[in-house]
T-cell receptor
Framework: AQRVTQPEKLLSVFKGAPVELKCNYSYSGSPELFWYVQYSRQRLQLLLRHISRESIKGFTADLNKGETSFHLKKPFAQEEDSAMYYCALPPQGGATNKLIFGTGTLLAVQP | GAVVSQHPSRVICKSGTSVKIECRSLDFQATTMFWYRQFPKKSLMLMATSNEGSKATYEQGVEKDKFLINHASLTLSTLTVTSAHPEDSSFYIC???????????FGQGTRLTVV
């Protein structure tokens, strides 16, 4: 069955340091993967999706099929990046395209 | 961008009463809406998926008679927590998706506290 794993509950870095939020998945075939972000007291919002191959707020994520990973990276963390980050993908063969979320990683960027 | 509005943002109710939460898509037609429950320091748990005009599909372990979902129009879905108990206290989040698109947009969530 499809699964999304975010092994780190908390990631604490200093401002200006590189960030890598890990996401591993299990899926047969080519999944469509997403990263969602939830800033303090705000709603969950889409950060980026792998098919668009774009960089949002300095974040990028590359789908590595060999390692079944979709890690989120940013070369220089900013304090405003502090938030909860969720990796997500649709279920295998799901007609409704609902999303399955990982458990999330709290990124804390220290000044 | 697409906006999903959830109401109320907070609600406190007495044990045994029912509470209705609304989820509206403000600038697009939401053919599919999803209801999630978020436990403290845990991920979002999908409760059910509803398509406009048809019955909701509930995830395993979610009581459909307790969590009534209605998706009567392309812009509105409601979740009614019936005969609420303290263990139903949680953060409920809806998301909506327009037909033919995979991106879903989220509401701001509703904090339900049952006393």
């Amino acid at each position: 069955a499809q699964r999304v794993t975010q092994p780190e509950k908390l990631l604490s870095v200093f401002k200006g340091a590189p960030v890598e939020l890990k996401c591993n998945y299990s899926y047969s075939g080519s999944p469509e993967l997403f990263w969602y972000v939830q800033y303090s007291r705000q709603r969950l919002q889409l950060l980026l999706r792998h098919i668009s191959r774009e960089s949002i707020k300095g974040f990028t994520a590359d789908l590595n099929k060999g390692e079944t990973s979709f890690h989120l990276k940013k070369p220089f963390a900013q304090e405003e990046d502090s938030a909860m980050y969720y990796c997500a993908l649709p279920p295998q063969g799901g007609a409704t395209n609902k999303l399955i979320f990982g458990t999330g990683t709290l990124l804390a960027v220290q000044p | 961008g697409a906006v999903v509005s959830q109401h109320p943002s907070r609600v406190i109710c007495k044990s045994g009463t029912s509470v209705k939460i609304e989820c509206r898509s403000l600038d697009f037609q939401a053919t599919t809406m999803f209801w999630y429950r978020q436990f403290p320091k845990k991920s979002l748990m999908l409760m059910a998926t509803s398509n406009e005009g048809s019955k909701a599909t509930y995830e395993q372990g979610v009581e459909k008679d307790k969590f009534l979902i209605n998706h009567a129009s392309l812009t509105l879905s409601t979740l009614t927590v019936t005969s609420a108990h303290p263990e139903d206290s949680s953060f409920y989040i809806c998301s909506a998706r327009e037909g033919g698109r995979t991106e879903a947009f989220f509401g701001q969530g509703t904090r339900l506290t049952v006393v």
